[in-house]
């Protein structure tokens, strides 16, 4: 049974940081590309960061310089490191799994409030 946990979520102050965390079980950890997605009311959700098996990483527009996407996989686990946080940044962020057989999972998502 595949699940993806996340954690971290939360409400912080303009100018702040959080520290996401997803916890993957029952999928090729190592093998998979992980990602964090969001969704702002009203609108789609989007590629907040993606990081590949060999570490390669890529971000949306407005995180860069900001965000920062890891991994750790003797335990299974992708962070986002939020920096200089903004109100536009406030969502549900969700964690997201993709094997290299195009098999993706989703995790329930964390919410996250940022007040100016």
């Known amino acids: 049974q595949v699940q993806l946990v996340e954690s971290g979520g939360g409400l912080v102050q303009e100018g702040g940081s959080l520290r996401l965390s997803c916890a993957a079980s029952g999928i090729a950890f190592k093998i998979n590309t992980m990602a964090w997605y969001r969704q702002a009311p009203g609108k789609q959700r989007e590629l907040v960061a993606r990081i590949f098996s060999h570490g390669t990483t890529e971000y949306g527009d407005s995180v860069k310089g900001r965000f920062t996407i890891s991994r750790e996989n003797a335990k299974n686990t992708v962070y986002l490191q939020m920096n200089s946080l903004k109100p536009e940044d406030t969502a549900v962020y969700y964690c997201?799994?993709?094997?290299?057989?195009?098999?993706?999972?989703w995790g329930q998502g964390t919410q996250v409030i940022v007040s100016s």
């Open positions: 997201n799994s993709k094997s290299p057989l195009r098999a993706e999972y």
